[in-house]
């Protein structure tokens, strides 16, 4: 198994949607996901925009509430001796309690941040949403 395979997740910090002009030859370090919108070609009900919005905002408030609480709160220790247990939890060696939250290998890179969310759309059609 990789010790680090959900390092692309561990250093998110914000869900910037628009179009892709607003981010071009800006260096983030990784921190956000950007999905593509334009505003000019959705409707003034926002039906693109609740296509874009509604995964961007579930997946990333998802895995940065996940890795914010396992950093704050410790998660799961450490991968080496652990066991998945019924797909939603570790538990330490064979026998023990079970662990929940992140392993530390996947939670050490991050910093506890509330994340921030950009939305390029006129605030009608957001609230629309």
Same mark, same amino acid.
């Given at each position: 198994?990789?010790?680090?395979?959900?390092?692309?997740? +561990?250093?998110?910090?914000?869900?910037?949607?628009?179009?892709?002009?607003?981010?071009?030859?800006?260096?983030?370090?990784?921190?956000?996901?950007?999905? +593509?919108?334009?505003?000019?070609?959705?409707?003034?009900?926002?039906?693109? #925009?609740?296509?874009?919005?509604?995964?961007?905002?579930?997946?990333?408030?998802?895995?940065?509430?996940?890795?914010?609480? +396992?950093?704050?709160?410790?998660?799961?220790?450490?991968?080496?001796?652990?066991?998945?247990?019924?797909?939603?939890?570790? %538990? %330490?060696?064979?026998?023990?309690?079970?662990?929940?939250? #992140?392993?530390? %290998?996947?939670?050490?890179?991050?910093?506890?941040?509330?994340?921030?969310?950009?939305?390029?759309?006129?605030?009608?059609?957001?609230?629309?949403?």
């Amino acid at each position: 198994a990789e010790p680090r395979p959900e390092l692309g997740h +561990s250093t998110n910090a914000a869900v910037i949607v628009g179009r892709r002009e607003l981010t071009k030859g800006k260096f983030m370090d990784r921190r956000p996901f950007l999905p +593509s919108y334009d505003p000019f070609t959705d409707d003034d009900r926002g039906t693109n #925009l609740e296509t874009v919005l509604t995964p961007a905002l579930v997946v990333g408030s998802g895995i940065s509430l996940e890795y914010f609480f +396992s950093a704050v709160d410790g998660g799961a220790g450490t991968k080496a001796p652990t066991n998945v247990v019924g797909n939603f939890a570790l %538990q %330490q060696g064979t026998a023990g309690d079970l662990l929940i939250g #992140l392993a530390t %290998q996947m939670s050490e890179l991050h910093t506890p941040i509330r994340a921030f969310y950009l939305v390029d759309a006129p605030v009608a059609r957001v609230e629309a949403v």
